[in-house]
């Protein structure tokens, strides 16, 4: 199950909502996260606050002010494209969050 409504954030963008998160939930790291299809990111752009749940729980935030959040490649314009550059490519590295 995923979020309705999805956002693609900017490099810096998902290093802030990752680090929120990160502060929320220490043991879940970046390379952790690219792996575990069930973990996903949500971030709510008014608070800039970020959080790890499972995609499960997900839907229940989009209340909240939160989406599921992604690192947006090659400036995709849609979710669509970004998955299919995210297969093609990989996910983007950060050094911030290495």
Do not use: C, H
């Amino acid at each position: 199950m995923s979020l309705k409504t999805r956002v693609l954030l900017e490099d810096w963008v998902f290093v802030k909502a990752f680090k929120s998160a990160q502060q929320k939930n220490p043991s879940i790291t970046y390379r952790q996260y690219k792996s575990d299809p069930s973990i996903t990111l949500i971030y709510n752009p008014a608070t800039g606050d970020g959080m790890f749940v499972r995609k499960l729980l997900a839907k229940s935030y989009l209340d909240k002010g939160y989406y599921e959040a992604y690192p947006q490649v090659d400036w995709s314009d849609t979710f669509e494209k970004n998955q299919k550059a995210i297969q093609k490519y990989g996910w983007p590295e950060f050094k911030e969050l290495a």
